[in-house]
Nanobody, 117 residues
Framework: VQLQASGGGLVQPGGSLRLSCAASGDIFSNDVMGWYRQSSGKQRERVATITSGGTTTYANFVNDRFTISRNNAKNTVSLQMESLQPEDTAVYYC????????????WGQGTLVTVSS
């Protein structure tokens, strides 16, 4: 599976940004898709996930600011981010895993989000 992420960039505090990711290759229709992020000097952490049926999970730090969505027909997943803060600055990675086997995982190349005035 190949994951191509886009949409990162520089945004001011309080601003919004939308990340998108397109999956291709050996995709299973019930793959769980999501977003992780990694800040400088920190471990990679889960941001949000979504199943093919639309069940979502969010990290506590999201605090209702982000919304994950997916288009199963187009094999895409998006992350709409609102009220961004400097602590949201990170490289955001698109992620996909097999529903039945979480050890089978795929990563995109990462897209940098910088929140700064």
């Amino acid at each position: 599976v190949q994951l191509q992420a886009s949409g990162g960039g520089l945004v001011q505090p309080g601003g919004s940004l939308r990340l998108s990711c397109a999956a291709s290759g050996d995709i299973f229709s019930n793959d769980v898709m999501g977003w992780y992020r990694q800040s400088s000097g920190k471990q990679r952490e889960r941001v949000a996930t979504i199943t093919s049926g639309g069940t979502t999970t969010y990290a506590n730090f999201v605090n209702d600011r982000f919304t994950i969505s997916r288009n199963n027909a187009k094999n895409t997943v998006s992350l709409q981010m609102e009220s961004l803060q400097p602590e949201d600055t990170a490289v955001y990675y698109c992620h996909s895993r097999r529903f039945a086997d979480a050890t089978v995982r795929f990563w995109g190349q990462g897209t940098l989000v910088t929140v700064s005035s």
